[in-house]
């Protein structure tokens, strides 16, 4: 099972918007709506941020939106703030009954 | 306070075996399916394999398929991993993670919205 397709990095500046992709297959992200998304600081666990392709868990902010539209899954960040700079990992149940994880973008606050 | 510790971690030669735990405390754990998810240094996360509330439903990434066996006792709130013909690529840092619903019935197939802070493995001659 290949990982999901990341970019490697995105960047923004406080307060815009910007977005994550997740590409993957038939087989994963377009076949389930079981992509989920977390965020990942230096030296921590990962945190869910995303599941179900567009629900927040209690507690994270409504600046975290997430969506799916065939093969990619997409996070959007909105009014992005300097707590958001770090690593964000997509993941998605497979036709295998495994789950994969995305490639990993590094999000950096200008 | 919900919490998941992992320990067993250690360094082991190329070939060896290694029996990792994870310790829940904080919530019912015998209602929760739980995974394993293994992070080498510097990279991505990968998932490496899932079992449901019971037992009775276990999954395997390829990478670990037929080395790693995955196990749970619920009267001692504990998840396992043993770890056998360990590999270098095996090195990482090895997370305990709960699925975010309750009864899940397919391994992998949920969100994990509690982490341990993991415990490492090194395979090195």
């Known amino acids: 099972q290949s990982a999901l397709t990341q970019p490697a990095s995105v960047s923004g500046s406080p307060g815009q918007s910007i977005t994550i992709s997740c590409t993957g297959t038939?087989?994963?992200?377009?076949?389930?709506?079981?992509v989920s998304w977390y965020q990942q600081h230096p030296g921590k666990a990962p945190k869910l941020m995303i599941y179900e392709v567009s629900n927040r868990p209690s507690g994270v902010p409504d600046r975290f939106s997430g969506s799916k539209s065939g093969n990619t899954a997409s996070l959007t960040i909105s009014g992005l703030q300097a707590e958001d700079e770090a690593d964000y990992y997509c993941?998605?149940?497979?036709?295998?009954?495994?789950?994969?994880f995305g490639t990993g973008t590094k999000v950096t606050v200008l | 306070e919900v919490q998941l510790v992992e320990s067993g971690g250690g360094v082991v030669r190329p070939g060896g075996s290694l029996r990792l735990s994870c310790a829940a405390s904080?919530?019912?754990?015998?209602?929760?399916?739980m995974s394993w998810v293994r992070q080498a240094p510097g990279k991505g996360l990968e998932w490496v394999s899932g079992i449901n509330w019971n037992g009775g439903s276990t999954g395997y990434a390829d990478s670990v398929k037929g080395r790693f066996t995955i196990s749970r006792d619920n009267a001692k709130n504990s998840l396992y991993l043993q770890m056998n013909s360990l590999r270098a690529e095996d090195t990482a840092l090895y997370h305990c993670a709960r699925d975010r619903n309750v009864d899940t019935a397919m391994p992998g197939s949920d969100a994990f919205d509690i982490w341990g802070q993991g415990t490492m493995v090194t395979v090195s001659s």
């Open positions: 993941s998605s149940y497979t036709s295998s009954s495994t789950q994969v």
């Open positions: 038939s087989s994963d992200v377009g076949g389930y709506n079981y």
């Open positions: 904080g919530f019912t754990f015998d209602d929760y399916g």
